[in-house]
């Protein structure tokens, strides 16, 4: 079966600007995950969607936010943009409830100038 | 606060010796421990996890991992490393502690492993 699919691969944005990152999940997983990479903060978790609510939060300023749409894809933005934002942005989608495993995305590459 | 530590940033082998990396957690609760890899320029793949059970899991490729609980351990093993296995390893754990869900990964900073022919 597919895997998680993260559109765009790369993105370039200006300081300032604003971003949407897309997240397709498994077939059949209704959770979705999100997840910043950096070199020097590792990963990071972002919020969780599950059923197109918000169950949980990373510590991430409001500049950042999700939804989840009823076919259980999730977007992910990110209002004016910094520097500090450039980074690997992960989705991983799993299944709901206790013995889960996620699965990740390949990425969306985010590069602030 | 909950948090997971790896215990090295970058271990290098030569192939054929044994692997050891060593993870450690904090967090109250049942947790869900698990070991990903990422390989240059690809997404992050599990290697293997532990819901409960027998503490020693095996995963992917020859690795294992042992569930310590006294210690809040979960290190990986490997007896026998090979080229192919040079990545970045990551520690993970997810709990229902404080409220969180099971969706929340905590990982720890990463280990990379150099392979050497």
């Known amino acids: 079966k597919a895997g998680v699919t993260q559109t765009p691969r790369y993105l370039i944005k200006t300081r300032g600007q604003q971003v949407t990152l897309s997240c397709s999940p498994i077939?059949?997983?209704?959770?979705v995950s999100w997840y910043q990479q950096t070199p020097g903060q590792g990963l990071q978790f972002l919020f969780e969607?599950?059923?197109?609510?918000?169950?949980n939060k990373g510590n991430f300023p409001g500049r950042f936010s999700g939804r989840q749409f009823s076919n259980s894809r999730s977007e992910m933005n990110v209002s004016t943009l910094e520097l500090g934002d450039s980074a690997l942005y992960l989705c991983?989608?799993?299944?709901?409830?206790?013995?889960?495993?996620?699965?990740f995305g390949q990425g969306t590459r985010l590069t602030v100038v | 606060a909950q948090s997971v530590s790896q215990h090295n940033h970058h271990v290098i082998l030569s192939e054929a010796a044994s692997l050891e990396l060593g993870c450690n957690y904090s967090?109250?609760?049942?947790?869900?421990l698990f070991w990903y890899v990422q390989y240059p320029g690809q997404h992050l793949q599990l290697l293997l996890k532990?819901?409960?059970?027998?503490?020693l899991v095996k995963g992917i490729k020859g690795f294992e991992a042992e569930f310590i609980k006294s210690k809040f351990s979960f290190n990986l093993r490997k007896p026998s490393v090979q080229w192919s296995d040079t990545a970045e390893y990551f520690c993970?754990?997810?709990?229902?502690?404080?409220?969180?869900?099971?969706?929340?990964?905590?990982f720890g900073q990463g280990t990379i492993l150099t392979v050497h022919p």
């Open positions: 077939s059949g997983h209704r959770s």
């Open positions: 969607y599950f059923s197109e609510t918000q169950r």
């Open positions: 532990y819901f409960s059970g027998d503490p």
């Open positions: 967090y109250g609760g049942t947790v869900n």
């Open positions: 991983a989608s799993s299944s709901w409830g206790e013995n889960t495993e996620a699965f």
């Open positions: 993970a754990v997810t709990s229902n502690a404080g409220g969180t869900s099971y969706g929340k990964l905590t």
